[in-house]
């Protein structure tokens, strides 16, 4: 082989190659250029998150296997950032050079039926769930589910893409129908008292560490805010944090995996779903911890021994979605004018409602303080503009509510 044997641990200097191109890849390249590693990404597009701070960015098909082994065949490992690439691509990559996490886990964790089954066979909680192949398959499992309940296409889709929500047994036909007719689960609707993730990282060695249990609030399906630590019992951290372990130690993950749950009003945990990569609930390690998500990833592809994950202040992220830029430019010098809030721009040149353009992160002296700060920064983005919609709703009820309460 043309590669390190693992265990080897590839050193700064090297070169690591990033499968996807978008915000993830970018931190990924930020943290693995500041130890001195080149970076070479791979997606279809040009001028990307990823592409703009890597060494060299390479535009090629996933399904072009001949031009993902010349990439591979260019650095000492891949990694990805983007868990939708297809299983021949990190086949083909893995001939030249090791693929970390594994495409098992890729394989696994792309696909719903696939990582409900593994959760379970687990004995891991998840949302009660059937698998469905055909309409009268739903029929069954709403009977037995009950409504309201949600069908999700098995083929992930992300950000609530691929799921239609079903209030009664009437509207059965026309999700099947909406959802293309193809492979899926239904999920037993969880009312959930809070959505909360945990990300971890694994090393080739086996050695296991966790960011702790954070907080996270959507809205529209997309994240919308989260805080580190979230605010949950002693008890319901440590079996959290258990679930996580097991679920790295299972899947034999070398790399960074974020376990997504839904906490119900009994104290119980269910897992929603599993990432195999840097979270957008981790973000704030970047700012907030010794060692950030992205750096963890590159130590744990790399073979190094993993950095300390511990917070060092309270923090909350807030994402920058496209709808902020709906009328002008964000005001970027009212959120930097909090200066315990660091601002994030993934470089993207299009803002479109409900991408990902960005994000807030507040550093303070309890969760509820960087909450409450985050929200009140990103309010002022867009506090002078002229602007309808949710951005501008979110700001006048911040004021309403007193959170602006502006630097120092
Ligand atoms: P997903 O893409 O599956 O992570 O779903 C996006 C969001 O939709 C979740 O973060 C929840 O807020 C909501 N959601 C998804 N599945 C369920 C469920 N079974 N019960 C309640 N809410 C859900």
Known sequence: MSYPADGTPVLPGSCIGVLGSGQLGRMFAIAARRMGYRVHTYSPDSDTPTGQVSDEEITGSYEDL?????????????????????AATAAAAAERAPVRPAGIVLHTTQQRVREKTFLSRNGLPVTPYRVIDRLEDLRVAIAELGCPAILKTADFGYDGKGQRRINAPSEAAAAWAALGEREAVLEAFVPFTKEVSVVASRSIRGEFAHYGVVENEHRNHILDVTVAPARVSDRVRAQ????????????????????????????????????????????????????????????????????????????AMANLLGDLWAGQEPDWSAAAAFPEVKIHLYGKTEARPGRKMGHLTALAHSPDEASQIVRAARAALTRNAALSGPACEEAASADRAGKICGPG
């Open 240 to 315: 959290a944090e258990e679930i996580t372990r097991t679920v790295l130690e299972k899947l034999d993950v070398v790399g960074v995996l974020c376990v997504e749950f839904f906490l119900t009003g009994e104290d119980e945990l269910l897992i929603n779903e599993l990432a195999p990569r840097p979270h957008n609930s981790g973000h704030f390690t970047f700012d907030a911890c010794i060692t950030s998500q992205f750096e963890q990833q590159l130590r744990a592809v790399c073979g190094l021994p993993l950095g300390s994950t511990e917070l060092m202040r309270p923090a």
């Open 66 to 86: 001949d031009k993902v082994r010349e990439f591979a065949s260019r650095v000492q490992v891949v990694t990805f950032e983007f868990e939708n690439v297809p």
